[in-house]
Each structure stands twice: as structure tokens, then as C-alpha cells.
């Protein structure tokens, strides 16, 4: 598996896959191939819901003079495909299609070669436990011993950046950018918090305040960190803050369990999909809640059985969520989706500290059935926006 730094990335919303991996894409182009004009033609799901995902306007803003074409055909090899065409007094000079796969990652279609190395020896759950019971090892200390000597950096940096976008969250009032013209909640939620409201109430109010606040952010086209992807960028941050602060953690302990949840992502990222426009909206959200749910049980020093029930709870749970954002906004149901998700993580985490010793599945298993379910979903509810609520939005409206 890679670095769990190629799992969390800082950048601008509202999609990872739509917008942070097209921009990536067309700023390599441009170091191939430097061009008087180019062309992008964005298929599948990168077309049908790039208006709403602002594809367009990162691709225009990062190519300046750019055609860019929403073609209405899909290709078999990924539903978020682009070809990028350069063209030099008016004649083309270079070619290339490019797979958005997720997460801000992208693959040159005909390159076999890795852009980053894999720096774990490991690549399902099974065998990462297997090696930490041997060595008498944490999740964290498993990822100290592999990543690079600035790993605790690059996290701290991370966090940052997540209570940055609840922050920027948090202090804004009005309206999302965009046609549904969808009404920020995140304030609201926070400052209508009261105290004397019983303990369950409060969580639920702060633990969605923080979440809605990233998702907002992330809306607006602001800085988030995939987590694992943008559209699902509010999940982990929400847990980690409200936790931090009701329990007084330090910094260090929310690393280590940004650490744990990091390989929770990798595992999913590396056996199955964090796109919804592969496999639907459990592959984004739901690996989230499953991110959140081990940092949770991390930060309370769970043991490794019950920080993998913990995550395998959470995914379960999200097996058959379809990606269905209406008019191709990341906002409806998006939004809510994440605080759901987010509450749901910290509810995973309890059932995992008192029944680890009686589940029956792993959490390789329902990775692998998650992403089962997504190839067999029908591709009108995988971001697409053609289907579900985003077909009958538009047939109430």
C-alpha cells in the first residue's frame, strides 16, 4: 500500500475526484505538452455532474486558454475519464486520456509505472494484525515504523488544515454557491448549542455543527482535506474536534489516531474504491464513518480487534449507499450525509468496546463486498446525478 500521505491531501473542494484530479491532470499535461490552446473532453460522471462539481471552472482557471466539452459518453475503463489535447499553431501535439480515480489521485491511461512507491509491506487488514500481534505493535507505531521521518509533520499539517475548514465553516452565514441556493447550517447548529441541553443533544448539535462546517467549506470551493475524498471530507474532522475538546486530548493523540484511520483508508483505497463514481456513495461516506469510526476507537486506546470492529460496523452499515447529488452539487444530501456519518462513527465505535468478541465478519470482507456492491449498482446512482434523488428532485420541482 502507498503512504498514507497519498490518502490525505489538502486542497480545494467541491470533489476530489472532479475537481482536485482534473487539475492535477491538466497541470502535468501542460509540463508534457506546452501549448499556444488546449482541449479537455470530460466523460461519464466528470461530464454529467461537472457543472455542479465546478470541473469546468478549475479546469479554465488552471489551463487559462482551454475548450473545455462535456461529451455524453461513458468509458468503460472508469467512469471519470478526460482526454487533454494540446494543440500548437493550430496543430495537435500531444494527446493523453486520464482517470480521475478518487481521493485527487489520477492514472495515465497506457503508463504502467507508479507515480509514488508502496511503502507497506501489507495489503489487507488481516495480514497488517497479523504483523502488529507479532511485533507487539499499535496501528500508529505500525505506521511510524513505515512511513518517512516526517510523517508526524505532514499530520499535524493535516489537522490543521481539517479545524482550519471548520473554522472557515463555522463563521459564515448566506447561502452555497449554485443554483439550489442551499442555506449554510453549520453557524446555526454551533450557536444554538446550549449547555443545559441533555449531554446526547449537545453531541448530536456540536458533532454536526463540525461536520456541516467542513461540507460547507468544501461546497464553497474552500481548502478541505480528503478524508478520503472531499465530498466526504467532514466525517473525520467532526469526531476528532468534538472529541478533542470534550475530553481534552492532545494533539499528539489525535495524530496517532488520524495515523490508525489512515490505514482504515488505505486498506479500502488499496483492495476496493473511495469514488462514488465507482462505487457509489459507500465508498466515499461510508469509508469516512469507517475512517472515524477506528480514530475514535484509537483515541480511547481500544484494542486492535475492537478498532477493526469499529470500522467494520461503520462500513457495514453503508453497504448499498448510492451517490446521487442533486443537480451534481456537492451539497444535497452530501451535507447532512457526513454529520449522519459522523455521529453514526462515534455509535460504531461503542457497540465495537463492548461486542468485538462476538462479531462474525471482517473488515476485508466488507470491503471487498462494498466494492462488489458498487460495480454491480446501476451507473445512474454513482454520481451521475441521472438517478435517485436527483432524478426525482428535478421531477418534483
Known amino acids: 500500500m502507498k503512504s498514507i500521505r497519498e490518502l490525505y491531501k489538502i486542497g480545494r473542494g467541491p470533489s476530489s475526484s ?8 491538466c497541470r502535468v499535461f501542460m509540463r508534457r505538452f506546452p501549448a499556444d490552446r488546449y ?25 487559462k486558454n482551454v475548450d473545455v466539452v462535456f461529451s455524453s459518453d461513458f468509458i468503460d475503463a472508469h467512469p471519470n475519464t478526460m482526454d487533454l489535447i494540446a494543440y500548437k499553431d493550430q496543430a495537435e501535439i500531444g494527446r493523453d486520456r486520464v482517470y480521475s480515480i478518487g481521493g485527487g489521485t489520477i492514472r495515465f491511461e497506457g503508463e504502467t509505472h507508479e507515480e509514488t512507491p ?8 488481516a495480514e497488517i494484525k497479523q504483523y502488529c500481534d507479532q ?8 505506521v511510524l515504523r513505515f512511513e518517512d521521518a516526517d510523517i508526524g509533520t505532514f499530520l499535524q499539517g493535516v489537522w490543521n488544515a481539517m479545524q482550519a475548514s471548520i473554522e472557515n465553516g463555522l463563521s459564515r452565514d448566506g447561502v ?23 449531554a446526547e443533544i449537545l453531541e448530536n448539535r456540536l458533532v454536526s455543527a463540525y461536520a456541516f462546517a467542513v461540507n460547507e467549506t468544501n461546497a464553497s470551493g474552500g481548502h478541505v482535506v480528503t478524508a478520503p475524498t472531499c465530498g466526504a471530507s467532514g466525517t473525520m474532522p467532526a469526531v476528532l474536534k468534538y472529541m478533542q475538546e470534550r475530553h481534552g486530548f492532545g494533539d ?5 489516531a488520524l495515523m490508525t484511520a489512515g490505514i482504515i483508508g488505505n486498506v479500502i483505497k488499496h483492495n476496493a474504491s473511495i469514488s462514488g463514481a465507482e462505487a457509489g456513495c459507500q465508498a466515499e461516506v461510508g469509508s469516512a464513518c469507517s475512517m472515524a469510526a477506528a480514530a475514535h476507537a484509537q483515541l480511547f486506546r481500544l484494542s486492535l480487534d475492537q478498532i477493526e470492529y ?3 460496523i461503520a462500513l457495514e452499515h453503508h453497504l448499498g449507499l448510492t451517490c446521487d447529488p442533486i443537480m451534481g452539487y456537492v451539497q444535497i444530501p452530501c451535507i447532512e450525509r457526513n454529520a449522519v456519518a459522523a455521529l453514526r462513527a462515534i455509535d460504531a465505535c461503542g457497540l465495537a468496546y463492548f461486542l468485538s468478541d462476538s462479531r462474525k465478519i471482517s473488515f476485508d470482507t466488507v470491503v471487498e463486498t462494498m466494492f462488489e456492491t458498487g460495480r454491480d449498482m446501476p451507473a445512474n446512482y454513482r454520481e451521475t446525478s441521472c438517478g435517485g434523488l436527483a432524478m426525482r428532485y428535478k421531477k418534483d420541482s
Do not use: Q, W
Open 39 to 63: 482541449r479537455v473532453i470530460l466523460y461519464g460522471s466528470l461530464s454529467l455532474t461537472g457543472k455542479g462539481h465546478l470541473t469546468d471552472v478549475v479546469i479554465k482557471e488552471t489551463m
Open 18 to 25: 472532479h475537481t482536485m484530479g482534473p487539475e492535477k491532470a
Open 135 to 142: 511485533e507487539k505493535i499499535t496501528l500508529p507505531d505500525y
Open 118 to 125: 508502496h511503502v507497506y509491506p501489507h495489503s489487507t487488514f
Open 176 to 198: 452555497l454557491p449554485g443554483e439550489l441556493k442551499v442555506e449554510r447550517r453549520a453557524r446555526h447548529l454551533y450557536v444554538n448549542a446550549m449547555d443545559k441541553e441533555p
Open 252 to 256: 499528539k493523540r489525535v495524530l496517532r
Open 310 to 312: 469499529a470500522a467494520e
